[in-house]
């Protein structure tokens, strides 16, 4: 198994920009999240997604946008990249409400908007 | 407002020695507590959890201990090795979203010394 696989592992964009960041996961969990980490923040959740079809905002969704069509794969949108965006991205996948909570991190995105 | 407060950003200890890291949260829905651990350049990896229901989890050298009416937990190591060196996260859940989402504090950096 790779477990959850981010690409690419770093992006420069100029403000304005959009792109893409992907994500997918090979152990057939049914949630997948997307977080932030920036300095004395913590990780902080942008959006989520219990099951396919299905994916609800988190603390910080502003300027960010998701869809679920598969079980595997949970793409992050930047729509109209912002300075403010500059950030490392970890995508995150756990089992579906079997007690466990464990959410499984991919290697992280690191972004810089210019 | 932050829901999971690490009041700590770094501890330095002495390899051999224990490392306790603190936690404090304020969202009495919250019923499940995990800990990550994380090196630079990489995703956070799971490190131990324990439920409301109990007030201690062992597992090898780490032990969480859970405080429920002081709304705080602890991360204890014995021994600490320089291998532990890392930023630790605390996280949340609660189970209305039962792990689908977590709420991270903001890490404390854990510098253990040879």
């Known amino acids: 198994n790779a477990g959850v696989t981010q690409t690419p592992k770093f992006q420069v964009l100029k403000t304005g920009q959009s792109m893409t960041l992907q994500c997918a996961q090979d152990?057939?969990?049914?949630?997948m999240s997307w977080y932030r980490q920036d300095p004395g923040m913590g990780l902080r959740l942008i959006h989520y997604?219990?099951?396919?079809?299905?994916?609800d905002q988190g603390e910080v969704p502003n300027g960010y946008n998701v869809s679920r069509s598969t079980t595997e794969d949970f793409p992050l949108r930047l729509l109209s990249a912002a300075p403010s965006q500059t950030s490392v991205y970890f995508c995150a996948s756990s089992y579906d409400g079997t007690g466990d909570h464990e959410q499984y991190f991919g290697p992280g995105t690191r972004l810089t908007v210019t | 407002d932050q829901q999971v407060k690490q009041n700590s950003p770094s501890l330095s200890v002495q390899e051999g020695r224990i490392s306790i890291l603190n936690c404090d949260y304020t969202n009495s829905m919250f019923d499940y507590f995990l800990w990550y651990k994380k090196y630079p350049a990489e995703g956070p990896t799971f490190l131990i959890s324990i439920s409301s229901i109990k007030d201690k989890n062992e597992d090898g050298r780490f032990t969480v201990f859970l405080n429920k009416s002081a709304k705080h937990l602890s991360l204890h190591i014995v021994p600490s090795q320089p291998g532990d060196s890392a930023v630790y996260f605390c996280a949340a859940s609660d189970r209305e979203t039962s792990g689908s989402r977590l709420t991270f504090g903001e890490g404390t950096q854990l510098t253990v010394n040879p």
């Open positions: 997604s219990v099951g396919a079809g299905i994916t």
């Open positions: 152990m057939n969990h049914e949630y």
